[in-house]
């Protein structure tokens, strides 16, 4: 225990001198041009992509649930009256 100890300490000596000379002898940021990086139309294509899939799924979504509506009522009907009582009669037994 004591061996990792002063190892950690003297490799945590190190990096923070190593760090500390890193920054103070890192050259300054250069500017870009334009106002946001990569910004040149590279990354359009993929959010095109997701724009049309998100908007294909969100029309699914819509139609299946507008269409579905009528079976999702007889359904839930069908339930009430006739499944629900034979599970409560299964119950009471």
């Avoid at 050259?27 to 095109?48: E, K, N």
């Amino acid at each position: 225990m004591l061996v990792c100890r002063s190892a950690w300490q003297r490799l945590a000596a190190l990096t923070q001198r190593g760090t500390a000379a890193f920054l103070r002898n890192a050259p300054a940021r250069q500017m870009s041009a334009s106002s946001v990086p990569g910004s040149s139309g590279g990354a359009l294509p993929y959010y095109l992509l997701v724009g049309v899939a998100f908007t294909g799924g969100g029309f699914y979504v819509y139609r299946t649930l507008s269409r579905d509506k009528a079976r999702f009522y007889e359904r839930r009907e069908y339930i009430e009256t006739q499944l629900k009582p034979q599970l409560n009669s299964i119950k009471d037994e």
